[in-house]
């Protein structure tokens, strides 16, 4: 496997990805935006709120998908002590936890217009909760335990029990009566969403994955130096 460490040019790579993403990145957020806010139709039954829907339902997503990685990276890394895999969790994590926290957010404010509350403890809406909970758990052990080792050990416990969670959230608009609508993008069977607005969903969700990226990149390579200087220390 590469070993990222001792690979003089993963910066330049770093640094050719990072301003390739500047390069594209804010011509297609005013793209997904002007899509987003001007030409997407309002909803028949909600009116406007339903624009929160394009950066509701991305963040979601990313919040799920980023807590999935960390906890497949975490339970390779409990197998076979792959260090690469913990510094790649370590720089999903806040990643997935904002965007957790944009997705409870952005779903209280719309909830209001829509069910007439900000708040309901409903299965989708707590698990959601539980999801940014095992975030901050998870970032926490890596910040108060100064052992790496044990550290390690401990986050990656606390990812892999975390992704028992994953499924919850998904299906439990079927397994529960909650006040979310089933799924309306489906990757098998017909999605129920019109076109006029899957696609400035997509486009969102492409520019949130870029912004994500951009993110990663640079706490990645924070990481990377991280380490090297405390190795060279030992030295």
């Not at 900000?118 to 901050?136: C, E, G, N, P, Q």
């Not at 969670?165 to 019109?194: C, D, F, M, R």
Request: glycine share 4%; with cysteine.
């Amino acid at each position: 496997m590469l070993n990222f460490f001792n690979n003089s040019n993963i910066f330049i790579w770093i640094e050719k990805l990072i301003n390739f993403i500047n390069s594209i990145f804010f011509a297609l957020l005013l793209a997904a935006l002007s899509f987003a806010l001007i030409f997407s139709p309002p909803d028949y039954l909600q009116g406007d709120s339903v624009r929160i829907m394009y950066v509701h339902v991305p963040s979601a997503w990313i919040g799920l998908a980023s807590f999935t990685c960390i906890a497949l990276l975490s339970l390779i890394n409990f197998i076979f002590k792959i260090k690469n895999f913990t510094l790649i969790a370590k720089s999903i994590a806040p990643i997935g936890l904002m965007f957790t926290c944009i997705a409870i957010v952005t779903g209280s404010i719309w909830g209001q217009p829509t069910w007439g509350t900000f708040w309901a403890w409903d299965a989708r809406i707590t698990s959601m909760v539980i999801l940014a909970l095992f975030y901050f758990i998870f970032i926490a052990s890596h910040k108060l335990i100064s052992q790496e080792e044990r550290a390690n050990k401990i986050s990656s416990v606390i990812a892999i029990l975390g992704l028992i969670n994953i499924p919850i959230i998904k299906y439990s608009v079927e397994w529960w009566s909650t006040l979310h609508q089933p799924a309306s993008i489906k990757i098998t069977g017909t999605s129920t969403i019109h076109p006029s607005m899957l696609m400035p969903l997509l486009l969102m969700f492409l520019v949130l994955i870029l912004y994500c990226a951009l993110i990663f990149l640079m706490k990645y390579k924070t990481e990377i130096i991280r380490i090297k200087k405390k190795n060279l220390k030992r030295l």
